[in-house]
């Protein structure tokens, strides 16, 4: 249900827009999540949103560098990262909810989408 894309290889200090299209009318109640995973480690919260994009919350190791945003008319998450460093570097995550609120813990969110890779070289 969820497709994550737009992740690639970029520059430290460069730009990506990650988005994840969901499917179905349920998309525009739930709050969403992006999350990040490299090798090894634990799945790692980046930012989330609430059903109607008004409330957001981000990790502190990405506040004001990426910017979370929904459209929910055409059901869509985007993440729009922004100076962008090598410690950035994971498969990135899309994620949501079956409640209105968003939420920092992975246990929370009941469907995931595929994951999309984010390499950033210094």
């Known amino acids: 249900q969820l497709q994550a894309s737009g992740g690639g290889l970029v520059q430290a200090g460069g730009s990506l827009r990650l988005s994840c299209a969901a499917s179905?009318?349920?998309?525009?109640?739930?709050?969403m999540g992006w999350f990040r995973q490299t090798p090894g480690k634990e799945r790692q919260f980046v930012a989330t949103?609430?059903?109607?994009?008004?409330?957001?919350y981000y990790a502190d190791s990405v506040q004001g560098r990426f910017t979370i945003s929904r459209d929910n008319t055409n059901y869509t998450l985007h993440l729009q990262m922004n100076s962008l460093k090598p410690e950035d570097t994971a498969v990135y995550y899309c994620?949501?909810?079956?409640?209105?609120?968003?939420?920092?813990?992975?246990?929370?969110?009941?469907?995931w989408g595929q994951g999309t890779q984010v390499t950033v070289s210094s």
């Open positions: 994620a949501s909810r079956s409640a209105f609120a968003y939420s920092l813990y992975a246990r929370d969110y009941t469907y």
């Open positions: 179905g009318r349920t998309f525009r109640a739930y709050g």
């Open positions: 949103i609430n059903w109607n994009g008004v409330t957001t």
